[in-house]
């Protein structure tokens, strides 16, 4: 045989070779992927209760809260409360200087006793006026009845007449005075009322019983009316102003139960209750908002933290539940995968209600009955693979 006779036949042996190797490493992986025994986790149906519930996301707010400022300008003296204490209504939380107000209100307070002591001369005035005239009424009369007699002289009658009139004029004028002075009264009064309201002003105090959650400004601060010292909320009403998707409207109602889970505490389920739903929908992200009260608090919580509300919309008992994650789609069907013996067996199923982690099972499934997931994470199961054994 030549050179190249044989040359050309070790080629042809090299590449059987090489085609036999390959196909049977292909035959092993194939061997692994579909006869190799897989480990999975596997999980017992059973029957229990099962709440369908519609999510929302949102921020603690107080239904009553109040900013607590001043109403009228002047230099905080003292600042008696800080965030985080519960307060009372009426209780001072703030005290602005007020000497000189006290001094406005002394003011005020003389200013009316004068004017009421300028009553007192004026009505006096009123009364003498008054005597005046009738003693004057009097001789007039008299002399009258004397000049009818022609006792006494035309002159003399009309002296009479005369004082009757001077007296008259007298009664008039000290009246007049004392309306003049009454009036004067009336605005000392009103003035004095004035720098009273003002004098309470400076003491500011709580309009409600709640819990002072922010505090802006510290003694020696000048404050203007409106300007922010304190944030005051009622503790009687927190809840969720969360935002739902507009698809789920029609499944809510007042009164609902609901579930409140912090972000600072994701472990720790809270009770709630839906309280209202809101009447204007995002045009943007077409979600409304729902008002979802906080029956039970955490022991650390702020105004504004954001939490999750799982509102509750049907509840169903005695069904047949497996976990959310157990389902498997297979094209247009859904189904699970279960262990019938030592065989990976697909098992198409029809679902009912579904839960925050839970799914009832309508068909296709039995309590008392195995499904089961691979143990390793990404990994898929197929129809017809083995089990491997414990």
Same mark, same amino acid.
């Given at each position: 045989?030549?050179?190249? @006779? ?17 196909? =049977? ?18 999980? *017992? ?5 099962? =709440? ?9 707010? =107080?239904? !009553? ?12 003296? &003292? ?9 009372? =209504?009426? +209780? ?5 200087? *007020? ?10 307070? %003389? /200013? #009316?006793?004068?004017? +009421? ?7 006096? /005035? ?5 005597? !005046?005239?009738?003693? %004057?009424? @009097? ?15 035309? /002159? ?12 008259? &004029? /007298? !009664? &008039? ?7 003049? #002075? ?39 601060? #000048?404050? %203007? ?21 507009? @698809? ?7 009164? +609902? &139960?609901?579930? $409140? ?28 908002? $729902? ?17 999750? #509300? ?34 990976? +067996? ?23 009955? @195995? ?20």
């Amino acid at each position: 045989m030549s050179n190249k @006779t044989r040359s050309s036949a070790a080629g042809w042996l090299f590449w059987l070779a090489k085609i036999g190797a390959i196909t =049977a490493a292909i035959g092993v992986v194939i061997y692994f992927v579909r006869f190799q025994p897989v480990r999975v986790t596997e999980h *017992d149906v059973v029957r229990g209760t099962i =709440a369908s519930e519609v999510m929302g996301t949102g921020t603690l707010e =107080a239904r !009553v809260k109040a900013n607590i400022s001043a109403k009228i300008s002047g230099r905080i003296e &003292s600042v008696l409360v800080d965030q985080g204490d519960i307060v009372e =209504a009426g +209780q001072l939380l703030v005290q602005l200087d *007020d000497a000189e107000l006290r001094q406005q209100v002394s003011i005020a307070q %003389a /200013d #009316v006793e004068a004017k +009421q002591s300028a009553i007192d001369r004026v009505d006096a /005035d009123v009364s003498r006026a008054a005597a !005046v005239l009738r003693q %004057a009424n @009097t001789n007039f009369k008299r002399l009258l009845a004397l000049s009818e007699q022609d006792a006494i002289s035309r /002159d003399e009658l009309d002296k009479a007449a005369e004082a009757r009139s001077i007296a008259e &004029s /007298d !009664v &008039s004028r000290a009246d007049a005075a004392l309306a003049e #002075v009454k009036k004067a009264l009336v605005v000392a009064e009103r003035s004095l009322e004035f720098q009273r309201t003002k004098l309470t002003d400076s003491k500011i105090v709580s309009p409600f019983n709640g819990m002072i959650v922010r505090r802006d400004r510290e003694p020696g601060d #000048v404050v %203007a009316p409106g300007s922010l010292i304190l944030s005051l909320i009622s503790t009687k009403q927190l809840w969720i102003k969360s935002w739902v998707d507009e @698809t789920e409207m029609a499944k809510l109602k007042a009164d +609902q &139960s609901a579930k $409140v889970i912090f972000r600072s505490e994701s472990e720790t389920t809270l009770p709630g209750k839906l309280v209202r739903l809101g009447k204007e929908t995002d045009r943007e992200t077409r979600e409304f908002v $729902v008002d979802v009260e906080v029956l039970e608090l955490p022991e650390n919580w702020a105004v504004g933290q954001r939490a999750e #509300v799982f509102i509750e919309t049907e509840c169903k008992t005695n069904v047949v539940l497996i976990p959310a994650h157990y389902l498997i789609r297979n094209g247009e069907q859904i189904g699970v995968y279960r262990n019938q013996g030592g065989i990976v +067996q697909w098992q198409p199923i029809e679902v009912g209600l579904r839960g925050r982690e839970l799914v009832e099972i309508k068909s296709g499934l039995e309590a008392g009955q @195995t499904i089961v997931l691979p143990s390793k994470p990404g990994m898929k199961l197929r129809h017809g693979q083995r089990v491997e054994e414990p």
